[in-house]
């Protein structure tokens, strides 16, 4: 199998790791490097190593490793090319999370999958809590919905973490890092500005993810970091915070984008729970601390996320 396996200190397993599914994308890396961080043993595979839509491959990769909790972040995260693209996505997203969710219910283990705000459709002013109606514009939000619906029906104590607009320094496959070095360059950078969001820096996201695993918390959470704004308000704030001249950043309607899939008009997110995140500027500031160690000739094993 393709995979990564650590512990604190010990690179054989010594307890039940933790089975970290999607080793290569933007949350499988960021649980990888946290629960390195905080001494948890897990195991993380990438597709070739478990394909979570193959009920025999999910099986062979539980009794391999038997893990105590499976975190699914795998999955089709392209939203323009779904439309055009079911097959796959809805494969990726809808079928490997329940069969996840099945497989850990045979097994009595603990499930975090992911979703998105997407799975609403924006027709309400206020942030959408966990309780609101979700009603999908497009195929990615429709899949992530399905997933849930699928996930809590086979596996009712399953987590489902439902986030969005997420940025890290720990990749570049984020908004804010493409402002950034647009800025950076010199060049335009143009931005949505009646679409609002919720955005999410990742450490934080994962951290406080895993600290409701811990604690067997079940059933779905809204986890962005507290703050809503259009996209071209985070890039503002984004460019601004790192002391740069905003001036370039072009603030258009979506609808001059010509993406293929429908966003909604208000995709913002809160929790009945609270807000478990700090403020969003706290998470551009400690974004920008951890660019600047990891551009550093020896950068620190742990940063600031």
Known sequence: MHSASFSAGNSSLTSPPLLITGCHGTLGRAFRRVCHLRGLEAVCLDRAALDIADAAAIARALDCYQPWAVI?????????????????CYRENTIGAALLAQACATRRLQLLTFSTDLVFDGAQPQPYQETDRARALNIYGHSKLRAEQAVLARLPAALVVRTSAFFSAWDAHNFVHHVLAATRAGQPFAAADDLIISPTYVPDLVNTALDLLLDEERGIWHLTNDGTCTWAELARYAVRAAGLDAAGIEARPAAAFGWAAARPANSALRSRQGMLLPGLE????????????????????????
Do not use: F, I
């Open 282 to 305: 706290s998470g551009l500031q400690r974004y920008l601390l951890d660019e600047r160690l990891l551009q550093s000739p020896n950068p620190p094993a742990a940063l600031t996320g």
């Open 72 to 88: 699914n972040a795998a999955g089709y995260v392209r939203v323009d090319e779904a439309e055009t693209d079911l097959a796959r």
